[in-house]
């Protein structure tokens, strides 16, 4: 099962990470100024993660695939890793929808 991991940043701002059982981390958030905003950045995801239309399949300037999850408003919400490969992106995609539904959040910064 899923996990969402709040941490801080060195800068104080809040993110999420969203870690596959596995404990691999498959999904980032931006930098958030307030705890509450990472919280419904987190609800964002758990709501978006299933519907396909929510992902944006990108390529980094080396080449590599990534993919960002949007919200229904285009906002990115969370972003993947460097993948190898396209198919190693689409199974990444894939985790997120597994997991975010149904993750629990861990609180790392008290």
């Known amino acids: 099962m899923g996990k969402f991991e709040i941490t801080t940043r060195k800068n104080g701002d809040y993110q999420f990470n969203l870690k596959a059982g596995n404990g691999q981390v498959i999904l980032s958030s931006q930098g958030y100024n307030a705890k509450a905003g990472c919280e419904n950045g987190i609800e964002s995801v758990k709501k978006n993660a299933i519907d396909d239309n929510r992902y944006d399949r990108l390529e980094s300037s080396n080449g590599k695939p990534y993919f960002n999850l949007k919200a229904s408003n285009g906002q990115v919400i969370g ?32």
């Open 79 to 110: 972003s993947s890793e460097m993948y190898e490969s396209v198919a190693s992106m689409e199974n990444g995609i894939e985790s997120v929808k597994k997991n975010a539904p149904d993750a629990t959040i861990a609180d790392l910064t008290t």
